[in-house]
T-cell receptor, first 113, second 111 residues
C-alpha cells in the first residue's frame, strides 16, 4: 500500500531528553513537511524539504532539527531546547513543492512529562 | 503577516442541515487554496482551488474561491453524522510553497 507512515503513534518522554519522530513515505514524493498542531490551533510548519539533502526552516523551527538523507524518510528530532514540546506532530508529503496537494501521515502525539 | 481566518470556529447542526464554512485569507503571493477534513488524526484532502468563481464539487461537498475578495467557502448539503470533523483551510504561499493553515471550523452533526 502506498502512503505515509509515522511512528510511534504515541510517545512519552521525560523533560530534557531529545526524541526523534519517524516519517516514511513510499509515494515517490519529492517534498516532505513537518507540522505541529496544538489544541484549538491550526497546523504550524516546523521544517520542510523539497528535495533530498536539502531542507528549510518553517515558522517554528526553534528547538527542532531534521535530516533528509533519503527521499523516503524525513525524521524530526525534538530537542531539549524546545520549550513546549507536548503536541500532535504531523508529517506530510507532496509530489513536489508548489501547487501539489500535501498528503498527511497519521500523526504522532508527543507528551513530555 | 500572512493571516487565515476561518469562521465560525465551531458549529453544531442536525443531520440533514446545510452548512457553509468560511475562510478569508491574506497571504503573500497567493497560489492556491486547499481544504482538508480532520477527524482526530491526519487531515484528509478535500479540494484544491486555484481559479476564482469555479465551483469544485464532490458528492455533497462543494467549494468555491473568490480571489478578488480573498475568501473561500465550503458547503456541505444534507449533512450526516460522519461529516463531524474539523475543517481546515490552507492557502499556499507562492515562492516558499508553504501552506498557511487557519485554526479550523469544528463541525458537529447531531442525529
Amino acid at each position: 500500500d502506498g502512503g505515509i507512515t509515522q511512528s510511534p503513534k504515541y510517545l512519552f518522554r521525560k523533560e530534557g531528553q531529545n526524541v526523534t519522530l519517524s516519517c516514511e513515505q513510499n509515494l515517490n514524493h519529492d517534498a516532505m513537511y513537518w507540522y505541529r498542531q496544538d489544541p484549538g490551533q491550526g497546523l504550524r510548519l516546523i521544517y520542510y524539504s523539497q528535495i533530498v539533502n536539502d531542507f528549510q526552516k518553517g515558522d517554528i523551527a526553534e528547538g527542532y532539527s531534521v535530516s533528509r538523507e533519503k527521499k523516503e524518510s524525513f525524521p524530526l528530532t525534538v530537542t531539549s531546547a524546545q520549550k513546549n514540546p507536548t503536541a500532535f506532530y504531523l508529517c506530510a508529503s507532496s509530489i513536489s513543492g508548489g501547487l501539489d496537494t500535501q498528503y498527511f501521515g497519521p500523526g504522532t502525539r508527543l507528551t513530555v512529562l | 503577516e500572512d493571516k487565515v481566518v476561518q469562521s465560525p470556529l465551531s458549529l453544531v447542526v442536525h443531520e440533514g442541515d446545510t452548512v457553509t464554512l468560511n475562510c478569508s485569507y491574506e497571504v503573500t503571493n497567493f497560489r492556491s487554496l486547499l481544504w482538508y477534513k480532520q477527524e482526530k488524526k491526519a487531515p484528509t484532502f478535500l479540494f484544491m482551488l486555484t481559479s476564482s468563481g469555479i465551483e469544485k464539487k464532490s458528492g455533497r461537498l462543494s467549494s468555491i474561491l473568490d480571489k478578488k475578495e480573498l475568501f473561500s467557502i465550503l458547503n456541505i448539503t444534507a449533512t450526516q453524522t460522519g461529516d463531524s470533523a474539523v475543517y481546515l483551510c490552507a492557502p499556499t504561499q507562492g515562492g516558499s510553497e508553504k501552506l498557511v493553515f487557519g485554526k479550523g471550523t469544528k463541525l458537529t452533526v447531531n442525529p
